[in-house]
């Protein structure tokens, strides 16, 4: 079983910056590829971005070059450095963990899932 709780989320001007946070209980986080996932109002959840065990990192086209996953398995815990934020990546962000190591832009192939973290910007 693994609990995660998100943080670092708030209302930010175009243009700017957030770091997200994610805290995984449990003393198997490094086994677990961890993702991020966002929901905007009226619209399903979708992809954002996943890191494997290494610190490798995939992203939704969206966000790439903009947004940087990474991890600290010595901490249990999972980030989402936000750049360039634009008035469309207002949703409630997700983090999630999962045990595969494909499928992993599909919310199918997530195990655990946090609360989220609404971030809003503002243009």
């Known amino acids: 079983q693994v609990q995660l709780v998100e943080s670092g989320g708030g209302l930010v001007q175009a243009g700017g910056s957030l770091s997200l946070s994610c805290a995984a209980s449990?003393?198997?986080?490094?086994?677990?590829?961890m993702g991020w996932f966002r929901q905007a109002p009226g619209k399903e959840r979708e992809f954002v971005a996943a890191?494997?065990?290494?610190?490798?990192?995939t992203y939704a086209d969206s966000v790439k070059g903009r947004f940087t996953i990474s991890r600290d398995n010595a901490k249990n815990t999972v980030y989402l450095q936000m750049d360039s934020l634009k008035p469309e990546d207002t949703a409630v962000y997700y983090c999630?963990?999962?045990?595969?190591?494909?499928?992993?832009?599909?919310?199918?192939?997530?195990?655990?899932w946090g609360q989220g973290t609404q971030v809003t910007v503002s243009s």
């Open positions: 999630a963990a999962s045990l595969k190591n494909y499928g992993l832009g599909s919310m199918r192939s997530y195990d655990y």
């Open positions: 449990g003393r198997t986080f490094s086994s677990y590829v």
């Open positions: 890191v494997y065990w290494g610190g490798s990192g």
